[in-house]
């Protein structure tokens, strides 16, 4: 019988959080890794990920509308 332990090794990262890190869609609520996001919106001290650029535009107005409203 072969061994095939070898094949298995853990990589050597002190964490998966980078790569497993997801993110909310806050207009649709998709949840998504965040290198899969299509779009993504960089504010000042915010960073927001969409799947969508529709999803970035509905939250884009959605913002102004809050403004004007206020
Ligand atoms: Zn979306």
Redesign the pocket.
């Known amino acids: 019988m072969a061994r095939r332990a070898n094949l298995i090794q853990v990589p050597q990262r002190l964490s998966l959080a980078t790569d497993v890190e997801t993110a909310k869609?806050p207009?649709?609520g998709?949840e998504m890794k965040r290198k899969d996001s299509k779009t993504i919106l960089f504010r000042p001290g915010q960073t927001v990920y969409?799947?969508?650029k529709?999803?970035m535009n509905q939250f884009l107005n959605q913002s102004i509308a809050k403004k004007t409203a206020a």
């Open positions: 869609d207009v649709c998709v969409f799947c969508s529709r999803c």
